[in-house]
């Protein structure tokens, strides 16, 4: 599947999330850097909601 790979949407140290395929067959992906694989996939509403939930990086400090 990552072999039609249009475009990175977000990525970080943890993840990276893609769009795959164009048009009506448009599906997003998530690929998980420490387990190697890709727990997410399906709609960029979906795949965008297991982002923010699991993947986004938070700040713990605050810099004055």
Do not use: E
């Not at 992906?29 to 709609?43: A, C, E, H, K, L």
């Not at 960029?44 to 982002?51: C, D, E, F, R, Y």
């Amino acid at each position: 599947m990552l072999n039609s790979i249009t475009s990175v949407v977000r990525s970080n140290q943890n993840a990276v999330m893609a769009r795959v395929g164009a048009g009506d067959s448009t599906v997003y992906t998530i690929f998980d850097v420490r387990t190697q694989s890709n727990p997410y996939t399906g709609t960029l509403n979906a795949v965008k909601k297991a982002w923010n939930k699991h993947y986004k990086n938070s700040r713990q400090f605050v810099a004055k």
